[in-house]
């Protein structure tokens, strides 16, 4: 119940607030991350996220946890994909958390680097459809994972793989712990197959 971290968002309303996450919370969103992915010491992360967009606390911290690797590069070495790829084949990195827009990038620049990694994880942003194709026609080895969740969630609400059979993207299932429910305008349970907002 104690206060682990104090992060600050705008979120939709785009006015900046400090947002408490408890260690309960932050600590149930790690250990799902740390079974999930099957995270171990095996594992090297290239840590990408900016300290200020708390992707970066969970990716910190399920990482260290796991007793992985972690590789924290200068803030100059994350703008440049040149940079990003000796960094990547220096350490063999094997896991990455990265928005859509940033993916796409290394995807279409640098594919076969990206393609040693074990998985990518994507959020902090909408993934579209024609990303996930392109991640697997050109890095088909590398598992695609999407995550979505509010910062006042700690980090993570819902995540899982997506596969190359899947026609459209999702955001997986609910965390360990964690319910997630559609519902319609009166905040009643929506009907399968009905719109609503998700809860």
Request: proline residues 6%; negative net charge.
């Amino acid at each position: 119940g104690d206060s682990a971290y104090i992060i600050f968002t705008s979120g939709s309303t785009g006015v900046p607030k400090g947002v408490e996450i408890l260690h309960s919370g932050i600590g149930n969103s790690v250990v799902w991350r740390i079974r999930e992915y099957r995270l171990s010491h095996a594992d090297t992360t290239l840590q990408m996220p900016s300290a200020a967009f708390d992707a970066s606390i969970i990716d910190i911290l399920s990482t260290l946890l796991a007793g992985g690797r972690l590789v924290m590069p200068e803030s100059d070495s994350k703008r440049t994909v040149e940079r990003v790829k000796e960094l990547i084949e220096q350490h063999n990195i094997s896991t990455m958390l990265l928005t859509p827009t940033l993916y796409r990038v290394l995807l279409d620049r640098i594919p076969r680097t990206m393609a040693r990694l074990r998985f990518v994880t994507l959020a902090g942003e909408k993934l579209p459809e024609d990303l996930m194709r392109a991640h697997f026609l050109q890095a088909p080895q590398t598992e695609l994972w999407n995550e979505y969740g509010p910062t006042e969630c700690s980090v993570v609400v819902s995540g899982g793989r997506l596969l190359p059979e899947h026609d459209r993207v999702n955001i997986g299932w609910p965390v360990t712990n964690n319910q997630v429910h559609i519902l319609d305008e009166q905040e009643n349970l929506a009907p399968s197959g009905v719109w609503g907002r998700l809860w």
